[in-house]
């Protein structure tokens, strides 16, 4: 197929049922696949951590960060909105390509540029060489981008997923052999440049269409705009995530931000390795449904208690484990992380149960109020992150804690006013998934203290403590019954 027809892509008229049958298997095999790519990134935070030393952590966690950001400029917000645009053109794939494909030239040659600057910025002389490495991840990603977007808008969620976790494994062992080599930092910029170039191949490969030359008659403007707007909500977001990164590289050095990071992954992979694949077939089947106020309010809900439940058990489990989990998977020279990653878990859980504001934004078109509300919530988040850097790492952790929990309530009430939806039924589950997991995280930290032995029996005992709690309370306590029901019924039916 060729970029030379205008023919639009996706109906007018949305089956319901093709939809939420389309959608709930995506996210199924999201899910699944999402579990294994955790089981990878498990495995080799287990094993990397123990060849690689924290201060080379340190060099590529601030190369992940300036990733981070040049992926953001690369994609220029094109990807959300090509996603949400209820009818695209091939034309205007074809030049939206071309423009994601030039924003990657030119993102790769400024961080080519500028990595001498990060380098004495963050006191680190290995970014000299490793950030013009990772700028061929851009250019890679730019052509790949509208290639993804075509496979995602035929809801083709299981293929991508095995594309992503066969780069992830492939990827894996050559980072392995790499650190057993006595690589260190090189291995884990080595890691992402190769699962980038797997993930972009594959999909390239299988998406079925080809773009076209560039044409001035097709009409993009309107989606460069929107892109503009989600790009300043994802920049936000981006800096509020990353600035402790860059807080404790820039003033305690490589080391530091090692520990910081792996705390961070110990919390990350896990929780995110679950919100993620749910979100990705949320946001777009809700786009789908917001002219029936009805069947999006049903399935905000049921998304809702879907993502917040696992996620939020997950991370508290983790919050109550860290003593032991932390020598346990890290090993012995990572054990300052503990404390540290408690704090995170903190925050992870309070982001998982603030998911419905961000999805009624994004599904509706606010990317402008999105990215004002985005903007009010970095203010705090930075303002709590500056406080608490004058603490060290740990004060840093606690920011972004206290941050997640004020952001929330400002969050749900700015998406009332803007939108005019009702998210309170969905906040109530949130709410209630708070508590239930606070509970469950408290039973893992007290029973994993009480159990004798090493640093596994701690952890099993806790982990079995806390999913015993979970099952019952969702059996005894109603509401939460019908809250686990609420998640079980977006699975079953089809």
């Known amino acids: 197929m060729t970029g030379s027809t205008d023919q639009a ?16 298997v995506g996210a199924l095999f999201n899910a699944l696949a999402s579990l294994s790519q955790a089981a990878v990134g498990l495995i080799t935070l287990v094993v990397l951590s123990r060849l690689i030393s924290p201060s080379s952590y340190g060099v590529y966690a601030i190369a992940a960060v300036v990733l981070a950001f040049g992926e953001l400029a ?29 924003t990657g030239l030119v993102v790769a040659l400024v961080v080519i540029g500028s990595a001498p600057y990060m380098a004495r910025s963050m006191h680190m002389p290995a ?50 052999l790499l650190a057993l080599a006595g690589a260190q930092y090189w291995a884990l910029v080595l890691q992402t440049l190769l699962g980038n170039v797997i993930s972009a191949v594959g999909i390239i490969v299988a998406a079925g269409w080809r773009p076209g030359r560039y044409r001035r008659d097709v009409p993009v403007r309107h989606l460069l705009t929107q892109g503009l707007h989600f790009l300043g909500n994802a920049a936000i977001a981006l800096v509020t995530s990353n600035l402790g990164t860059l807080i404790i590289g820039h003033g305690l050095g490589a080391a ?5 990071n792996r705390a961070n992954q110990l919390v990350r992979v896990p929780v995110s390795q679950l919100m993620n694949p749910i979100s990705s077939v949320v946001g ?44 346990l998977v890290l090993g012995g020279r990572w054990t300052g992380a503990a404390s540290v990653v408690t704090i995170l878990s903190i925050s992870a859980i309070a982001q998982a149960a603030n998911q419905a504001p961000t999805w009624v934004l994004w599904s509706h078109g606010y990317a402008k109020q999105l990215a004002r509300l985005s903007l009010l919530n970095a203010v705090i988040t930075l303002s709590c992150v500056a406080l608490g850097a004058t603490r ?65 029996w701690h952890v099993l005992a806790g982990g079995l403590a806390s999913v015993a709690l979970f099952a019952v309370l969702a059996w005894v306590v109603r509401p939460v019954r019908r809250d686990v029901q609420v998640a079980i019924d977006i699975i079953r039916r089809r």
């Open 127 to 176: 970014l000299t060489s490793v950030l013009p490495v990772c700028g061929l991840v851009f250019i890679l990603n730019g052509c790949a981008s509208q290639f993804e977007v075509s496979l995602k808008r035929r809801y083709r969620y299981a293929y991508i997923a095995k594309v992503n976790l066969a780069g992830l494994l492939v990827s894996f062992v050559s980072a392995l």
């Open 74 to 102: 690369r994609d220029f917000g094109l990807g959300t909105a090509s996603l949400v645009e209820k009818r695209l053109s091939e034309g205007q794939r074809s030049n939206l390509f071309w423009v994601n494909l030039g």
């Open 256 to 260: 530091q931000v090692g520990v910081y």
């Open 392 to 456: 060290g790492m740990t004060g840093v952790a606690w920011g972004y804690a206290v941050a997640s929990i004020l952001t929330w309530p400002i969050a749900a009430l700015g998406a009332r006013h803007v939108s005019g939806f009702n998210i309170w039924p969905g906040t109530v589950i949130a709410l209630r998934m708070v508590a239930v997991t606070a509970l469950c995280g408290a039973a893992s930290g007290l029973v994993g203290a009480a159990v004798p032995g090493p640093d596994v």
């Open 284 to 327: 777009p089947s809700l786009s789908r449904l917001q002219d029936d106020e009805n069947g999006f309010s049903g399935y905000l809900q049921k998304a809702q208690a879907l993502i917040a439940y696992p996620a939020g058990l997950v991370a508290a489990t983790v919050a109550g484990l860290a003593p032991w989990a932390v020598p």
């Open 9 to 24: 892509e996706g109906p007018e008229q949305v089956d319901k049922e093709a939809l939420k049958h389309a959608s709930v």
